[in-house]
């Protein structure tokens, strides 16, 4: 048994996180204005794979009331990694191992700032779950992550020894977390901005979901010549991604259920955007290897002026 | 004094046809449902440059019922120009000339196909004004026009002859709308290109005014990325609009007041936008001289879709 810390327990964290925690791991989590709801209540997961309710967690308000963790799951927004600075070291110990499970390119630096090099890991995650109420997480569907070191922005930082990746990939996996371990989590990280940039980004500047973006002629041939751009800015920062990958992301795309995107939510319900970690990031990793991206930029700055304008754009629409 | 038709009496036609008629030239004006009211109360037009009211007005209903004229002005949102072929016939005469005062690119395709090659003239039109109700025109800001010979899509077609052009920049002029003459009328279009395609495409798609994608970094960077694209795309197709361009029309912008644009206008008030005219057609000419132009397709690509999709986007919007 292990025993991991959970930063941000919100739908990807009090998911898995749960599952460790039911699992028999001792699972630490912190929750902000939840935790004494959940000291109080226990956490509660709705889930595809059946529902479970843990009456005893380790809930905190404070990370500095938590104990030292031999992981820590990194499960906050991306967009308040400023934090990290002062949410980590009280919980990760100098032996402790990161575990970034963040949506995005190169996600993982601000935690490698704080933890140092070759101890942290980052983890593709593929989960539809969302918070309903405080310490009451519904998992929609899938939840597979592709677990890989982070080798830093230079690609040159040393690995987390494989004895670590395979301690939480067993840990995960014997907990019902279907997880595989990669030695190219750049790769992973490429394939799957190839569907967040056009649909996240899109599903936003269009206000739309993705069954209507691909019911549409222009919508698809939109979705595709950015996929086109993302493959070719992979290969450009020396990711393998193959061309195939754009059909396979279509046609899954289309067997979907009508869904909305983390992003969408976000900017429904006025929250912060993952503009940097999905689409700043890769482009300015595409501009160091040298390729211009003009879709890509074209989506971020749209997006960067709807975050900033977003009141005008939803009271406007009402207007129309 | 001449005789001009206007087809298609709206914030255009009859600014610019209330000004030559009160010049003194018959005009004959196609108002459709309008046409009633105007015969029996007269044409209105609200004018920075003076109010002024024109108690009796040739104005039809129907085609048909028009005389054959001199020039005809095709005054319709190039969506409808479909209908050219049935419009003009009756009014332009064997011997007639065609005025396009319509935006964007090879526009004047449609009417040159019906009245043949060597009769068509294309303006460019700088003009803030507004249709406020039946033959009621309020004119807000300038209102000059480049005015120019169509030379066809391959840009071969004849000339109309310099005495015909001189003749209606003289009328033109003599009733007080400020008109040049130009022998480039294709770089006339693609200088106002360069305007139309960052901000009417933006304003729809990101749902705001001048003033406030001007007043936002994101905003102007994009602005300024999709200019710089309209002045390669327009230099490859034999245009040499210089690169000095993107800063005047940036500071212009700057200088205007908050403005929207009609295609915004038109969105909102759920008429077909001038896609193809402003968009489509530009793309087109760009892929036939060797360029992809990335940023105008992705803008094409948005407002096609929020064009069929327009009742999802603003119902969403208000829930928001």
């Known amino acids: 048994m292990s025993r991991y810390a959970v930063i941000g327990t919100g739908a990807l964290g009090g998911y898995y996180g749960g ?18 709801h ?6 509660r997961v709705d889930s595809k794979h059946g529902d479970f309710h843990l009456p005893a967690v380790h809930a905190y308000a404070a990370v ?3 104990p030292v963790c031999e992981f820590v799951i990194v499960a906050l927004k991306s967009t308040h990694n400023a934090a990290l600075a002062q949410l980590l070291p009280p919980v990760l110990g100098k032996e402790g191992y990161a575990i970034v499970l963040q949506n995005g390119l190169h996600v993982e630096s601000a935690t490698e700032a704080v933890v140092g090099a070759g101890r942290v890991m980052g983890g593709c995650c593929f989960l539809c779950s969302n918070k309903v109420g405080p310490g009451h997480i519904r998992h929609l569907d899938y939840g597979n992550i592709l677990l890989g070191s982070y080798r830093g922005l230079s690609g040159t930082s040393p690995e987390v020894p494989v004895a670590v ?12 977390i279907p997880i595989e371990g990669t030695s190219r989590l750049q790769l992973a990280r490429w394939k799957k901005l190839m569907w967040n940039i056009p649909f996240n980004g899109l599903s936003v500047i269009l206000n739309t979901a993705t069954d209507r973006l691909m019911g549409d002629a222009a919508g698809r041939a939109l979705v595709r010549a950015i996929m086109e751009e993302v493959q070719v800015a992979a290969n450009a920062c020396g990711e393998p991604v193959p061309v195939s ?7 899954h795309t289309d067997q979907m259920v009508p869904y909305d995107s983390s992003m969408r939510l976000d900017y429904l319900a006025q929250r912060p955007m993952e503009i940097e970690a999905i689409f700043g990031n890769p482009l300015k990793a595409a501009r160091e290897a040298g390729m211009a ?14 975050e900033r304008n977003r009141l005008e754009g939803n009271s406007k629409g009402a207007a129309g």
Chains 1, 2 share one sequence.
């Open 19 to 36: 599952l460790l925690a039911k699992a028999g791991h001792e699972v630490h989590f912190l929750m902000r204005s939840d935790a004494s």
């Open 245 to 251: 990958h754009i059909d396979y992301l279509i046609e």
């Open 293 to 306: 991206a003009p879709r890509i930029q074209v989506l971020h700055d749209q997006l960067k002026f709807l």
């Open 165 to 176: 990746l395979d301690r939480v990939v067993g840990d995960f996996a014997k907990a019902g």
């Open 64 to 66: 500095e009331e938590m």
């Open 38 to 43: 959940v000291r109080q209540f226990g956490l």
